[in-house]
């Protein structure tokens, strides 16, 4: 009798603890097809989630707080996006219903960082976010004599001035924008994101002394080329190659936006000497969007001076459009004289209909160790900026639909229907990749994009039958389909495919020098 009661009471204990172990996972995903793009994992595995951090990948079940069957769904990594110029509630939530975790303003950058980073922690964001030092805004603070505001879009007050455009910077001037991208690096810069093809008359001094820069504080650089044209000289070729000359000339971390929209037709010249480069020891980077047409201001400087049209490949202004709605001659040049930073987007490509095109856009969505990045913004109702706690987004809504789909479309084309790439690979250019370009430069960066025991909770549950975008050009405000959990520091953000609107669990991603992490 002694006995029994003590193998009762071992019994219990042992219930007790279980229960007390299954109760120490606050979420449990069962049955996943779970898919580490650096580790090489792709099995039917469980994952555990403890507070904000994986705690556990086990090849039997788990139970925890909340538990949640994924069967037949694929479990990854949140993706990582760097280059989201849409910096606030509603352009972080829509991106999140696309599979995004972190989304990160690197091309153009901001100034003040610090003034950035304290208005998104005291409003919250729903996704991890951070920002690079801005030489836009330093160079125009340095010309225009103006104090930068951290606004992401302030640029676009002097995008058809072109005094910042194409005055040289003197030692003094010079010495005062290296200080203005100094201080934001001090304050949490990401890196020095760098607008050249908006000011391509600034003379290629400055463009060293600012990579310069960034070699010495061991920060990357995000360049948008200084040319954007199809002819010679000043042809997006020449762009390319002062981006490999200059990389290798100070030995900065050069990464290159979007490289399929400034690329136009020589992509494969281009992407061969980028490869030629990196295989020389160059430290380059890349990333793409899936997409033919671009957005920017109507008063950017490409679109202006002798012949710009013929050079961007015979552009049309039918294939700018405004809220949807194409121009004409007329009205393109009435905006760019009275109205230069009214948003636009650019037909440059047409894969849909042109078969030479889709092959320049896939040879820069496939290269090698790129990353898929959306160039995705901000989101309007005519005129005015849409802000703070909107959800759903009005049906009116306008941006590039590259600000909602970016990840639904690359994985919809390339991995389910064409089927050039397999999932393992897709994963890794929407999270592995592009957190391991910043891995060496921002520490919080070496724990995203991978499913392993120890890194953040950042996770999209995938169902790879259905997931696809939904946003046009006609009606971009339509979130994707197909993600049906997005996890962002161990907080379940998009529940069974619905967004939970009373949470933010994004958390600001810094640099070395103002986290204190090496």
Do not use: C
Not at 52 to 78: H, N
């Amino acid at each position: 009798m002694p006995g029994m009661f003590a193998r009762l009471a071992i019994a219990g204990a042992l219930a007790l603890s279980s229960a007390a172990f299954a109760q120490d996972y606050d979420v449990v995903l069962n049955n996943g097809r779970v898919i580490d793009p650096e580790t090489g994992l792709d099995a039917i595995r469980h994952v555990g989630l403890r507070g904000d951090t994986i705690a556990v990948i086990s090849e039997t079940p788990l139970e925890g707080t909340r538990t949640i069957d994924v069967s037949g769904r694929i479990v990854a990594p949140g993706f990582v996006d760097l280059h989201g110029h849409g910096q606030d509630i509603p352009a972080g939530r829509m991106q999140a219903m696309d599979g995004v975790t972190t989304t990160l303003e690197l091309e153009s950058g901001v100034l003040p960082v610090a003034d950035f980073y304290d208005s998104a922690a005291e409003e919250g964001r729903p996704i991890n976010y951070g920002a690079a030092a801005s030489w836009a805004h330093a160079r125009i603070a340095a010309v225009m004599d103006v104090e930068p505001d951290a606004d992401t879009y302030w640029f676009f007050r002097y995008i058809g001035d072109p005094r910042w455009q194409t005055e040289l910077a003197d030692n003094e001037r010079l010495s005062t924008i290296l200080r203005h991208i100094n201080t934001g690096i001090e304050e949490g810069g990401l890196g020095i994101g760098i607008l050249l093809g908006y000011a391509p008359g600034i003379g290629r001094s400055e463009y060293h002394a600012v990579n310069a820069l960034a070699a010495a504080r061991d920060v990357p650089t995000f360049t948008h080329a200084r040319f954007l044209s199809a002819i010679e000289p000043q042809s997006s070729f020449e762009g390319f190659q002062e981006m490999v000359a200059v990389a290798a000339g100070t030995g900065a971390h050069m990464h290159i936006s979007h490289l399929n929209s400034i690329s136009l037709s020589d992509i494969d010249r281009i992407a061969d000497m980028i490869t030629t480069a990196q295989e020389n020891g160059v430290n380059i980077t890349v990333e793409a969007y899936p997409y033919g047409a671009g957005a920017t201001g109507i008063g950017a400087a490409m679109f202006r001076g002798e012949n710009w049209r013929e050079r961007m490949g015979g552009i049309d202004y039918s294939d700018f459009t405004v809220q949807g709605e194409p121009l004409d001659e007329e009205r393109f040049l009435d905006l760019q004289e009275n109205a230069p930073g009214t948003g636009i987007v650019v037909h440059f490509l047409n894969p849909d209909e042109r078969p030479e095109h889709q092959a320049y856009l896939d040879r820069s969505i496939l290269f090698p160790g790129g990353a898929i990045a959306s160039d995705g913004g901000p989101w309007a109702v005519g005129s005015e900026r849409l802000s703070g706690d909107v959800w759903p987004l009005p049906e009116n809504a306008h941006s590039h639909p590259r600000s909602a789909g970016t990840y639904g479309r690359f994985l919809r084309v390339y991995a389910r229907e064409r089927g050039v790439i397999d999932w393992p690979e897709a994963i890794a250019k929407a999270s592995f990749y592009p957190a391991r370009i910043l891995s060496d430069a921002v520490p919080q960066m070496r724990r995203k994009g991978r499913l392993q025991p120890g890194m953040d909770a950042d996770i999209v549950v995938i169902n790879p039958d259905t997931v696809s975008d939904r946003a046009t050009f006609e009606q971009p405000a339509q979130a994707s389909t197909g993600f049906d959990y997005v996890i962002v520091n161990g907080t379940v953000l998009v529940d069974n495919g619905t967004l939970d609107t009373s949470v933010l669990p994004g958390r600001a991603i810094r640099g070395t020098a103002a986290s204190g992490a090496q």
